[in-house]
């Protein structure tokens, strides 16, 4: 029963994400974007954030470690050095992705490449404080440092504090102290548009 509710609410909340994402790309004017790290299974749960944004902008390519089937072109390649030119989409996406990038220097790659290729980004990821591990549905084992060290998959899952550290000045965040889910955005198209 428990684990029957804990999957309903990571729906849920994989379906915000999406909107929440949606309604970023429709207030800057976005067209194009490119999906980092996106995997698109039979699991009825996975890619929901990615199919939402394919259905309402041009996806232009996705970036993976490894190569996997999806439903719009695709590059390998390595998310902390993207191979696309300077600001060429409008959208950059990564959704749950920053926590399987390595170490703090890592992602703060990670989160800079993010800024160069696109004129705006977003980027989620599951909040450490959130009392479920969204990858195992696990119950706080997660504040465990010795469960931590033993999960190959996930090397560092952030706290909005530490989010905030890896982002460009003039970045923001959705989500509090103990939100499921942290979305940050930037870039310099939400800075033009905006003003």
């Not at 974007?33 to 299974?41: D, R």
């Not at 890619?47 to 259905?55: C, H």
């Not at 469960?147 to 998959?153: S, T, V």
Request: with cysteine; glycine share 8%; charged share 20%.
């Amino acid at each position: 029963m428990i684990s029957h509710l804990v999957r309903s609410y990571a729906l849920h909340n994989r379906q915000r994400k999406a909107a929440v994402i949606g309604d970023i790309a429709r207030k800057y004017g976005l067209r194009t974007v490119l999906l980092v790290g996106a995997a698109v299974t039979g699991n009825p749960q996975d890619g929901i954030v990615e199919k939402a944004l394919g259905r309402q902008l041009d996806v232009v390519s996705s970036c993976n470690i490894v190569q996997v089937p999806l439903p719009w072109p695709s590059v390998v390649g390595d998310a902390r050095k993207l191979p696309y030119r300077l600001q060429s989409v409008d959208l950059v996406v990564s959704n749950a992705v920053v926590e399987h990038v390595g170490d703090e220097s890592d992602q703060a790659t990670f989160v800079a490449e993010h800024h160069r290729v696109g004129r705006v980004w977003v980027l989620t990821t599951p909040n450490r404080w959130f009392p479920v591990e969204p990858h195992t549905f696990t119950l706080f084992r997660h504040y465990l440092r010795s469960w931590r060290d033993e999960q190959p998959d996930f090397t560092r899952m952030l706290t909005k504090g530490e989010l905030q550290r890896l982002l460009p000045p003039g970045s923001s965040i959705l989500g509090h102290f103990w939100s499921p889910t942290l979305i940050a955005y930037g870039g310099v198209g939400c800075v033009q548009r905006s003003q």
